[in-house]
Structures are given as structure tokens and as C-alpha cells.
């Protein structure tokens, strides 16, 4: 913001981040617990943010489309798991932090911290977890999944990128 940026975000984590001004756009709860957006803040997209699960304020993964819906994407990272099924997009960009047996290795040989590897579980998606949500997605338009958060020590590259491309059929890029 400081460097004339505008910044989009939850009302919980501006605040928790401590930041205003007239660059902070913020996505705040209704009392129905929904998200809302402001179609003028967005130009020509329409960001639709949903709920995360994660350790911080108001964690949000976004559904982003153009006005005319012509093209989509999907971004989800810093969540556990997804609580809604994942709408039909062009492009879907997903966590997969860590693979559970990668982990479980590592704490059977006490290469792990308890609270870290608690921490990891509570908060990021693992390769098993994804999967599930892929089956259960609307995979239907997607062009292409773009996959990102891995965990340098957790996760094992090849072997998520195998599985999803086997379970959807759809390339996968690892960022």
C-alpha cells in the first residue's frame, strides 16, 4: 500500500495485520455469515472469497471470474481441506503442502517436531486431502492445475504430480 498498491483482504486480517488507508479494499462478513463483495473495487472481475482453514484471522481462498464469465480461476492455498466443493473454473491453483506419509516418516524417525508437524496438519493440505477434493470437484472446464505451497521437506514432487494428472486427467504444473 505504502508503495501505491491497492490491497484486497478481509476486514479480520486488516486488522490483525493492523493496516488502513484509502489503497485497503476490504472483504468483510455479512450477518449471515456470507462473504460480500464490491463489484467496483474489482474492475473487471468479480472475486468471490470463501473460507479457508487455517491458524489466522479470516483465512479466504477466492473464486475469480471475468464480468462476461467467460474465464475462471480457483486459487486455494493455506487451508487444511476445502469446506465447499470446488466450483467448475479454467484454472484451478491449490495447495498440496505435504504428502502423509512423507510426514508420517518423518515423525516416526523424530526428524519432526510434534508442534510443527500438528501445526502442518491443522493448517495445509495434504496430497490424500486434495485428492478427495478433486474427485469431488467440477472438473468439467479445467485446463490446467496449477499446484503450489509444497513443503521443501514434506512433500515429494513427482508423486503429487503423478496422482492428480492419474485422478483428473488434466496437466498439472508444480510451482
Not at 473464486?63 to 465447499?84: C, H, N, P, W
Not at 502423509?100 to 500438528?118: A, F, H, M, T
Amino acid at each position: 500500500m505504502k508503495a501505491g498498491i491497492d490491497c484486497y483482504m478481509t476486514k479480520g486480517t486488516a486488522e490483525a495485520l493492523g493496516v488502513s488507508g484509502h489503497r485497503l479494499n476490504t472483504f468483510y462478513k455479512s450477518p449471515d455469515r456470507r462473504w460480500q463483495y464490491n463489484y467496483k473495487l474489482l474492475r473487471d472481475l468479480l472475486i468471490l472469497p470463501f473460507e479457508a482453514v487455517h491458524d489466522v484471522a479470516e483465512p479466504v481462498s477466492y473464486f475469480i471470474k471475468t464480468k462476461d464469465e467467460k474465464e475462471s480461476l480457483v486459487f486455494v492455498t493455506d487451508t487444511a481441506y476445502m469446506k465447499y466443493k470446488i466450483p467448475a473454473c479454467d484454472v484451478l491453483m491449490i495447495e498440496c503442502n505435504y504428502v502423509k506419509s512423507v510426514l508420517d516418516e518423518k515423525d516416526k524417525q523424530g526428524e519432526i517436531n510434534v508442534s510443527l508437524r500438528n501445526r502442518i496438519v491443522k493448517n495445509h493440505m495434504s496430497l490424500e486431502t486434495l485428492v478427495e477434493a478433486l474427485k469431488a470437484a467440477d472438473l468439467s472446464r479445467t485446463k490446467k492445475i496449477y499446484v503450489m505451497h509444497l513443503s521443501d521437506l514434506n512433500s515429494d514432487e513427482e508423486v503429487i504430480k503423478r496422482q492428480i494428472q492419474e485422478v483428473t486427467g488434466i496437466e498439472v504444473v508444480i510451482c
